[in-house]
């Protein structure tokens, strides 16, 4: 299936010149599509869909801030979602980022191209990468107790990886490199290279933002809109079962309860089933006009109806987003994910769970929407032990 997308996107293509609406301007070169170069990424396989969305905007903000500074020919390839570790339902074939954010939106702040896109401008039907990439981290971070900013080519070395599910995707050389800093470092990288005209980092994770919190990360954050009939699923929700029509909601409190790999190895940070029901109905005490909770969760079928049940026990109305096959269909595990955050964000008082990115992007969301921060930074505790207080990351507008 997933060649056959590709072919098909790729043939419609058959004029001998292309052309680019915007600049107006054309080429002969089937490569060099419409003039441009681009910088294309992939993300450590077991990576889940939320921290990628960080990964996205580390090299967003790396090429919003080049487009300032005058270095305009470059477009960043968003790589579509691949057989996601978390993902176990719907398809497998990668899905383009239109089907979970506004793509207009995202070029609003960054120069961004989706895959089919550069297919469409492509009239081979293969696509070659100049120049591959494969970061790895340093084997100490602190050498010398220091930690560096620094990078290394190793050599030539050999792809392992999938190019997003796509079988007509190659390089033609293919480096090594230890890598450890920002992400604008990569610049270096590329000047090594000024003719690659297609150039490809893998282990997009290992640079880190070059500076975090500030106005270009919320910038950027802010540009990171919904798609627009996902953000209409979860609004319908909220108006029917949490009865809110309002942006920031008085009628219910949200809770992100992650599960799974959580509840598996990190037991001495999150709660039980038992001690999370507790928690939750010492929150809503405090809070006497509202009788309704959301919970958003990975958890099991099991799990969740032990939870409802301690919960409605008590008098408490208790709802979790039970998709339809057909939005499963069409939107799969990454849209129902994103229902749930959507569902969350407005929410009255949200909880959320230790060291989730899942939770960040709530809370990020929940500054962008203008909540006051002590509705937003609230996290659920181990049943015995510390409990350290969530991180506020607040706004910049
Ligand atoms: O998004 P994510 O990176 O958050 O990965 P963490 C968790 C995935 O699990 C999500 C599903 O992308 C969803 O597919 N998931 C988690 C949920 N919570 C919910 C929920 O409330 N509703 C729905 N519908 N789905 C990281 C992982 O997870 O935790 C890493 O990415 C690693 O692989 C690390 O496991 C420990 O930051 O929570």
């Not at 299936?1 to 010149?17: F, G, K, N, P, R």
């Not at 057989?83 to 995202?106: C, T, V």
């Not at 050498?143 to 990078?151: I, L, R």
């Not at 809110?244 to 790999?261: G, I, N």
Request: proline content about 4%; overall charge neutral.
């Amino acid at each position: 299936i997933v060649t056959s997308l590709v072919l098909a996107a790729a043939e419609e293509d058959t004029s001998a010149q292309y052309c680019d609406k915007t600049t107006k301007s054309c080429g002969n070169d089937e490569e060099t599509t419409y003039g441009k170069k681009h910088i294309f990424y992939d993300v450590n396989p077991p990576e889940g869909f939320n921290l990628r969305r960080d990964v996205y905007m580390r090299f967003a903000i790396m090429l919003a801030e080049a487009q300032k500074q005058g270095k305009d020919n470059w477009e960043l390839v968003l790589p579509p979602w691949y057989n996601l570790y978390h993902w176990r339902s719907g398809r497998r074939e990668p899905q383009p980022w239109n089907k979970y954010f506004d793509i207009k939106s995202l070029k609003s702040y960054s120069p961004v191209v989706e895959m089919h896109e550069i297919f469409s401008k492509t009239k081979k039907k293969q696509l070659e990468i100049d120049v591959l990439f494969m970061l790895e981290n340093y084997e100490d971070p602190f050498e010398n107790g220091v930690f560096d900013e620094k990078w290394e080519i190793k050599g030539d070395c050999e792809y392992d990886g999938l190019y997003w599910g796509y079988n007509n995707i190659t390089a033609k050389e293919v480096l090594c490199v230890k890598f450890q800093g920002k992400i604008s470092q990569l610049w270096e990288l590329i000047a090594l290279h000024p003719h690659a005209k297609k150039i490809m980092f893998t282990h997009g994770e290992i640079p880190l933002h070059d500076t975090y919190g500030t106005k270009s990360y919320w910038d950027c954050r802010k540009s990171m809109k919904f798609n627009k009939n996902l953000i209409h699923i979860a609004k319908e929700y909220i108006a029917e079962y949490l009865k809110c029509k309002t942006e920031q909601c008085a009628t219910y409190l949200s809770v992100h309860w992650r599960r799974q790999d959580f509840a598996r190895s990190r037991g001495n940070q999150v709660p039980s089933i038992a001690g999370t029901a507790k928690q939750i109905r010492k929150a809503l005490k405090k809070l006497p006009n509202i009788n309704k909770v959301f919970i958003a969760t990975d958890a099991s079928m099991s799990e969740i109806n032990k939870l409802e049940k301690s919960l409605n026990d008590y008098g408490y109305e208790t709802h979790f987003f039970l998709p339809s096959p057909s939005i499963i269909e069409e939107y799969g595990d990454g849209g129902i994910a994103i229902i749930d955050q959507i569902i969350s964000s407005h929410a009255a008082y949200f909880i959320g769970t230790h060291e989730s990115t899942f939770t960040y992007r709530i809370q990020e969301e929940r500054e962008i929407l203008g909540f006051e921060s002590s509705t937003t930074f609230n996290r659920l505790c181990p049943d015995t032990g510390r409990c350290e207080k969530s991180t506020k990351w607040l706004i910049v507008n």
